[in-house]
């Protein structure tokens, strides 16, 4: 393979993967309805196009941040306060994802598929842990 072929396929790979990985956050993000239910908890609906905004160039920023490995130079109480921007996010997440989870035995009731609902909680759970074993044996060397 050419030098001018091999990164060419390089870039439409990456590229790809890129918009598989963002449009996968977005459609969790909007699943959990996580910009809708911080405008109602903090009643400011007027401010919901912020919040996206926020979003995608939070998605953005760290994105571009990790591709070219860029450093900081803060103090330890610059890192205190992202680590706590950090813990408030995951924080966010777990209840968002509480909040699904709580959704799906009615969802499966609706839906009729009561019987199926211990083989869909399994189904995520392997695959949560098939996605986690694959980051650390195979994607991190």
Same mark, same amino acid.
């Given at each position: 393979?050419?030098? /001018? *072929?091999?990164?060419?396929? @390089?870039?439409?790979?990456?590229? %790809?993967?890129?918009?598989? $990985?963002?449009?996968? $956050?977005?459609?969790?993000?909007?699943?959990?309805?996580?910009? /809708?239910?911080?405008?109602?908890? &903090?009643?400011?609906?007027?401010?919901? @196009? #912020?919040?996206?905004?926020?979003?995608?160039?939070?998605?953005? *920023?760290?994105? $571009?941040?990790?591709? #070219?490995? #860029?450093?900081?130079? %803060?103090?330890?109480?610059?890192?205190?306060?992202?680590?706590?921007?950090?813990?408030?996010?995951? +924080?966010?997440?777990?209840?968002? *994802? &509480?909040?699904?989870?709580?959704?799906?035995?009615?969802?499966?009731?609706?839906? @009729?598929? &009561?019987?199926?609902?211990? +083989?869909?909680?399994?189904?995520? !759970?392997? +695959?949560? !842990?098939?996605?986690?074993?694959?980051? #650390?044996? $195979?994607?991190?060397?």
């Amino acid at each position: 393979m050419t030098a /001018p *072929l091999s990164l060419g396929l @390089h870039l439409l790979l990456g590229v %790809a993967a890129g918009i598989a $990985v963002g449009g996968g $956050v977005i459609a969790l993000f909007i699943v959990l309805d996580m910009v /809708p239910r911080l405008a109602q908890l &903090t009643s400011s609906y007027n401010k919901v @196009h #912020w919040y996206e905004g926020a979003m995608v160039g939070g998605s953005l *920023l760290g994105t $571009v941040s990790d591709f #070219w490995n #860029w450093k900081i130079a %803060a103090g330890p109480l610059a890192e205190l306060g992202v680590g706590l921007l950090d813990g408030i996010f995951v +924080g966010m997440l777990a209840a968002a *994802l &509480t909040e699904v989870l709580n959704v799906l035995p009615i969802l499966a009731k609706r839906l @009729h598929m &009561t019987q199926y609902l211990f +083989g869909l909680l399994m189904a995520m !759970v392997c +695959g949560k !842990v098939a996605g986690s074993l694959f980051d #650390w044996f $195979v994607y991190q060397r």
